[in-house]
Structure formats: C-alpha cells, structure tokens
C-alpha cells in the first residue's frame, strides 16, 4: 500500500491552531481543520472545548485538562454531522503543553477505533506542541495500514507566541 501523504496545512491556519494552543495554556487545546472533500488542503480551523473530566475520559482517568483532551460533546457532535459534507474534517489537532509534539500512548488509544480496525475517524492528526515560551513544533500523523499505526509525516516550525 502506498505511504500516507500529508493533508497540505497553510502557515496562516497552523498560525491559528498555534494560538489557540496559547490561548489555552497551560491546558490542551483541541479542534479540527476541516478542507474540501477533492482537494488536499485543510484551511478552516473548527476550534472545540477540551472538556476534560477524569473520570469521563476514556482512557486517562489520572490526568488533568493540562495532560489531556476531551472534544465535548456538542463539538464531537458537529464533527460527526460534517463527516460527510463537501467541506469536512480532514484533522483533528490538540497541543501537549510541555513542549514536545509526539503521538502517545493515550493519543493513539483515543484516535483508533475501539474495535482495532484502525482511525476512529478518516482523518489526520496534527500535535502541537507549546510551552510557556513559544510553540516549539508541530507534526502531523496519519494511519498507515502496513505499519497499523499512527505515523509520522510532517513536521511544521513553531512560532513565538
């Protein structure tokens, strides 16, 4: 199978997320860029509500909102409804607050399917990550079939913000 190619992200819309990620520190942010259906641009940012709660989450029970994400629900139901339309999600973004953009453990638990057959959602993901100084990084991460996982395939410079 071919490798999965990155969703082609203008720097004004990383500009965006990048403060929404400081707007929102020292918790995470989270949202989605959304792109029409034929192109491979995300240019609109759908900024969501972390609504975190412990024990709500469905995998990190022992964290807080600064180590963790929850889109509410209200946000999670508009992505579902735009699923489809001809301008939809195409990636879903959160910031870790200490600085390091990395897919974890908990990411990965909360972006497959619970049934294990992949994404729960076709879309990509994008991790910023933000310190008290600046947004460090960005990458974005996709699902590859052959590796049956998230994997690596942009890399975007951070900003002073």
Known sequence: MPKPQPIEVPRATLEDIFKHARDSFPNECCGWLTGDKNSN?????RTAINAYEPETHPTAKDRTAQTAFVISDNDLLDLNKT???DVRPRIIYHSHPNGRAYFSPTDKANASDPWGDGPAYPVNQIVIGIDGDRVVEARQFAWDDDASDFVEIAEYEGLDI
């Not at 641009?41 to 940012?45: E, H, I, K, L, S």
């Open 83 to 85: 699923l489809d339309d």
């Open 41 to 45: 641009t995300a240019g609109g940012v």
